[in-house]
C-alpha cells in the first residue's frame, strides 16, 4: 500500500467513525457552552450551560439531558406515567416468584393496536406485574393513553 492509498484510507475511516457517532436515535452531548435541558430534583425543567464538567457529564449518564425544552417535558411525562403504573402493580417478588400461579402482565398488541393483558408463571419478565388479570385491565383502563408514553408506542 502506498502512502497516498494509506491516507486516503484513513481519511476513510475518519469519515466512517464521525458518521457511526452521528446515528439516527443516538444520543448526543451538545457542544461546550451552549444549552442543554435537564429535569431538576423538584420536578422543573429548566435549561443549563454545557461546561464540560462532571455533572454534565452524569446528567448525560442518567439520561437527564436533552438537546430541547420538549424533549425534557416528554421524558417526565414518561417517567410520571411510568411511576403511576408502578404504584398500581401489585405483584410482590414472592407472588413473582412462586412458579404455580399465573401473574398478568400489560403488553401492545401491533396488530390490533391497542393494550393487552397476557399472562405466565413459570418465567419472569422485566414488565409491569399483576396478580390478577381485572387488576391489569383496570391499569389499563386508568392508564388510558399515558401507557403510550410508557411502552414508547406513537
Not at 411525562?77 to 401489585?90: F, H, P, R, V
Request: proline letters at 1%; hydrophobic letters at 30%; aromatic letters at 14%.
Amino acid at each position: 500500500m502506498t502512502k497516498e492509498e494509506a491516507l486516503q484510507k484513513i481519511e476513510e475511516l475518519k469519515a466512517f467513525i464521525e458518521n457511526e457517532d452521528k446515528q439516527p436515535g443516538k444520543r448526543e452531548r451538545v457542544a461546550e457552552r451552549n444549552r442543554y435541558w435537564r429535569i431538576d430534583s423538584c420536578g422543573f425543567i429548566d435549561y443549563v450551560t454545557e461546561m464540560n464538567k462532571h455533572y454534565d457529564k452524569y446528567r448525560f449518564s442518567i439520561g437527564n439531558y436533552f438537546k430541547t425544552r420538549e424533549e425534557a417535558e416528554h421524558h417526565k411525562a414518561k417517567l410520571i406515567a411510568t411511576q403511576q403504573l408502578l404504584d398500581m402493580c401489585d405483584a410482590t417478588d414472592d407472588d413473582i416468584a412462586d412458579t404455580d400461579k399465573d401473574k398478568y402482565y400489560i403488553c401492545y398488541d401491533f396488530y390490533e393496536n391497542n393494550f393487552d393483558v397476557d399472562s405466565f408463571h413459570d418465567y419472569k419478565t422485566n414488565n409491569f406485574i399483576f396478580t390478577t388479570e381485572e387488576k391489569a385491565q383496570a391499569a389499563i383502563d386508568a392508564m388510558g393513553d399515558k401507557l403510550k408514553l410508557v411502552f414508547n408506542i406513537k
